[in-house]
């Protein structure tokens, strides 16, 4: 976490820009748990990070290709609306 912070680099906190670098992170290693891989997209959330630049660059979203595996993986956990009881 500490690499996530602006002062690791000599800059003024900014609890903004660490939420958002956390929430990035988070959903990348629940990704993970669900067992996608890394993404080539730069802009999808399973993008690998070497850097926090990497991190800043991501969206906050899925692209396509993992969004659809996630769903797939996730699909026997999902209860419709009609069949609740």
């Not at 692209?63 to 209860?79: F, M, N, Q």
Request: hydrophobic share 30%.
């Amino acid at each position: 976490m500490a690499r996530l912070r602006q002062e690791f680099y000599g800059l003024a906190p900014d609890d903004g820009i660490l939420f958002e670098r956390l929430c990035k992170e988070a959903l990348h290693e629940l990704g993970h748990n669900f067992g996608l891989i890394h993404c080539n997209d730069r802009e999808c959330i399973m993008y690998l990070s070497n850097t926090v630049r990497d991190v800043d660059r991501k969206g906050l979203t899925y692209c396509g290709s993992c969004d659809g595996a996630l769903y797939g993986k996730t699909e026997t956990w999902r209860v419709s609306p009609w069949n609740r009881r």
